[in-house]
């Protein structure tokens, strides 16, 4: 069975971007392969975090790994902080990855962009994300277009090491959707929708009521045209209304364009507030079924079963460097 591996930073509120872009693909590949999903709370302390806050997070961003549908019979879901060959494996691929490399991040540099302060573990994130991977021999990592360059990223170390060391590493391929990899903020539409932007208008929480949903889509960015049609350069705030009804509707953004030709933003907007709350609707309704003890017991059997494949790679990769 080929393996697939992600993971969601409990960094914030996990938003209908997060869902859309990568955790909606995440159910749907369970049934086909063997899959790992990681909440992955090591990545969340590259930024500041107030500790009790991210406790709080990572049981909840379990929760709704739960609620969208995941099913700990068929997928391990575990944090990657219980699992320390991530950190182990992290370091030594540091050894073999190139400064000018990680510079290049454009993640990094957006995220460290006027901040005075930036730590080496943003810097260094990619590492870590490439050891996240490889440690499972992963074949497919379904994401949002903003990991591309991380997951490129990750192929080169892949190759590196195996092409110095000897066939170690499976390179694995990056599942990035056609419609709905980035969504955009509905204030600021030039920018994706972001778990820890300020602007809570930005971004629909996958907790949101069917108040603050409604709230938010109507007043979300557009434009002065009032003429419907897709073109996320001319459009973008527009585009991205299309873009969320596409990817709930299972319809091309052309025939909801078409849909909504002459009858402007307001119809779609309040169309897409329609579908937006059945869409969460049916998430709310299971994550608030869901106890305590079961997610803490879902992390701990996860982190069991990933354990056992993570130090596996873990002593072969310390094998082939010479620490064995
Ligand atoms: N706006 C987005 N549209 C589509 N997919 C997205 N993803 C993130 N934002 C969008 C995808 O969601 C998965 C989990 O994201 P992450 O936790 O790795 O964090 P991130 O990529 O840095 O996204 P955020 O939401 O903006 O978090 P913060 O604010 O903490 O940086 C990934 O597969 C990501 O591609």
Redesign the pocket.
């Known amino acids: 069975m080929t393996r697939v591996f992600?993971?969601?930073?409990p960094?914030?509120d996990i938003?209908i971007?997060?869902y859309?872009?990568?955790m909606k693909r995440f159910v749907e590949l369970q049934d086909e392969h063997e899959c790992f999903f990681c909440v992955?709370d090591l990545h969340a302390l590259t930024v500041p975090q107030n500790p009790d806050i991210l406790r709080n997070k990572i049981l909840q961003l379990a929760r709704i790994y739960l609620a969208i549908g995941l099913d700990p019979a068929k997928t391990t879901l575990f944090a990657q902080s219980h699992v320390p060959a991530h950190s182990e494996l992290a370091w030594l691929l540091q050894c073999i990855t190139y400064f000018g490399e990680l510079s290049r991040m454009t993640?990094f540099k957006d995220k460290s962009s006027g901040k005075e302060n930036v730590s080496v573990g943003l810097f260094t994130y990619p590492a870590l994300m490439a050891a996240d991977i490889l440690l499972y021999d992963t074949d497919y990592v379904p994401?949002?277009?903003?990991?591309k360059q991380h997951l490129e990223l990750t192929r080169d170390i892949a190759q590196r090491f195996n092409n110095r060391f000897g066939e170690t590493f499976v390179v694995p391929e990056p599942l990035i959707s056609d419609v709905?990899?980035?969504?955009m903020s509905l204030t600021d539409p030039e920018k994706?929708?972001?778990?820890?932007?300020e602007d809570e208008m930005g971004r629909i929480s996958l907790l949101d009521t069917p108040d603050m949903v409604k709230k938010k889509i109507m007043r979300a960015v557009t434009d002065s045209e009032n003429c419907v049609y897709y073109d996320p350069d001319k459009k973008p705030g527009l585009s991205n209304l299309i873009t969320l009804m596409s990817v709930q509707t299972n319809r091309s953004v052309e025939d909801i364009a078409a849909e909504y030709d002459g009858k402007g933003y307001g119809q779609l907007k309040k169309d897409l507030v329609e579908v937006t709350v059945n869409t969460l609707k049916g998430i709310q309704d299971k994550y608030n079924s869901i106890s305590e003890d079961e997610i803490r017991k879902v992390l701990s059997e996860g982190a069991d079963k990933a354990r056992v494949i993570a130090e596996k790679t873990l002593q072969k990769v310390q094998q082939k460097m010479g620490l064995r």
């Open positions: 992600s993971g969601v930073q960094t914030g938003h971007g997060n859309l872009g990568a992955v993640q994401v949002g277009a903003d990991q709905g990899a980035k969504i994706k929708m972001s778990k820890s932007a």
